[in-house]
């Protein structure tokens, strides 16, 4: 939609859709006027992504999340470890077990499973 920011996705394919016109060997103007065009962004904005996908190449896309209520007992003391460690590194508490949970699993897949 004209006007509005794009999400995360977005941005990323983007920036992807700008760096494959480069690699591709599409001058840098021409880049961005077919972005403007294809995306229904400004010829500003489409620059900012061209130069983005100069800068940095392609970006990976990120996978689309979904809400995931899950209510936990957990000991006081793991709870505040838990908190401390979302706030001493900047994440969120549902990020800090996002991230617990899928380090779990990848470990779980290592071991064989008991039958």
């Known amino acids: ?15 992807n859709a700008a760096a494959e016109l480069v690699d591709g060997g599409v ?15 400004s010829l500003r904005q489409a620059r900012r992504y061209v130069d983005r996908a100069v800068a940095d190449g392609p ?3 990120a996978e689309p999340t979904v809400v995931f209520s899950v209510k936990l007992k957990l000991p ?14 900047g994440s969120t ?5 996002s991230q617990a949970l899928a380090d779990h699993l990848v470990r779980g897949r290592a071991r064989p499973q008991p039958r």
Do not use: K, T
Not at 93 to 97: A, G, H, R
């Open 1 to 15: 939609m004209a006007g509005s920011r794009c999400d995360a996705a977005e941005f990323a394919c983007r920036v």
């Open 27 to 41: 001058p840098v103007a021409d880049a961005a006027r077919g972005l403007a065009d294809r995306f229904g962004c």
């Open 59 to 61: 970006i990976p896309v």
């Open 76 to 89: 006081g003391a793991l709870a505040v470890r838990v908190r401390e460690h979302a706030r001493d590194s």
């Open 93 to 97: 508490l549902s990020e800090v077990v």
